[in-house]
């Protein structure tokens, strides 16, 4: 007899791989973007599931919240949404299935052989402890990843809008 | 909790992983590419969780590369949004046959 949480798991991940699946097959745009909007939850879920609820917080707040919605921006401004998308040809949905079937029955026989054995201690994940971790400059410290991963941000920040901003035609002086 | 094998955990996030690899190899839009991406990502997250939580429960390794990998992913996101809406004024299209400006 599953106990409850086992029954939730399953549930979720049914959830999860069902949204995935739609959302990668199904030929109407938007509709792929609110699928992967249900698989995102779905995978917020799973964070909340073991207790990890840091991680499924900020999987909500940049996902659910921010990725999802710049995807369904970038499709109005590109697409008829109504539209449905050509269909793809046979034999690369062929070769690329089997392709995909193949490599994950290798990976599920790698995972099947190793057996990983779960330890039994508790995990401590408060987000005090984060975020001590997080600006310690000592040896278990993320303070240089902290800093690295900031600029990285303020870079990508003005290489979009340069990216994106409207050339203004400039008179050529000579 | 741990009635569950770590095993069957890892198996959701592979099958996660390779139907984001199948979106990937069969769509030819860039926005949907881009979600496909995505859903990789986000596999690839939970396997860190996972393995964090049960494996190594003293640590908080997983933690931090799952926190960078969503930042990072945001990032790319933001970028990879701004050349499509970019191509999509030089090109009117967003289908990955038609930009093939540098072939020839």
């Known amino acids: 007899m599953m106990s409850l949480g086992a029954i939730f798991f399953y549930i979720i991940s049914a959830f999860i791989l069902l949204m995935g699946i739609l959302a990668v097959t199904t030929r109407k745009i938007f509709r792929s973007a609110i699928y992967l ?3 995102l939850i779905g995978i917020a879920g799973l964070y909340f ?61 790698l995972i099947h052989q190793y057996g990983f054995e779960a330890g039994s201690q508790p995990f401590d994940n408060a987000v005090s402890r ?13 303070a240089l990843p902290f800093e690295a991963v900031s600029i990285l941000l303020l870079a990508a920040l003005i290489g979009c809008i340069v990216i994106a901003m409207k050339s203004v035609p400039t008179k050529s002086t000579k | 909790m741990t009635e569950i094998p770590i095993s069957h955990m890892l198996f959701v996030s592979t099958a996660l992983f390779f139907i984001g690899m199948y979106g990937f190899f069969t769509r030819r839009n860039m926005i949907t590419m881009l979600m496909a991406i995505e859903l990789m990502l986000n596999s690839v997250n939970i396997n860190f969780v996972i393995f964090n939580k049960y494996l190594y429960p003293d640590k908080m390794d997983g933690i931090f590369f799952t926190i960078f990998v969503i930042t990072i992913a945001a990032a790319e996101a933001a970028v990879a949004i701004a050349i499509i809406i970019n191509l999509y004024r030089s090109h009117q299209s967003i289908d990955v046959e038609e930009a093939d400006n540098l072939k020839n």
């Open chain 1, 49 to 109: 599931w073991p207790e990890v609820e840091f991680i499924a917080a900020v999987q909500i707040v940049v996902y659910v919240g921010g990725i999802v919605v710049l995807i369904i921006f970038s499709i109005f401004l590109t697409q008829q949404s109504g539209k449905e998308m050509p269909r793809t040809n046979l034999s690369r949905n062929i070769f690329s299935l089997l392709g995909v079937i193949a490599g994950f029955l290798l990976s599920c026989s």
């Open chain 1, 37 to 39: 909007l249900g698989s």
């Open chain 1, 130 to 142: 984060i975020g001590l971790y997080m600006l310690n400059t000592g040896k278990d410290g993320f």
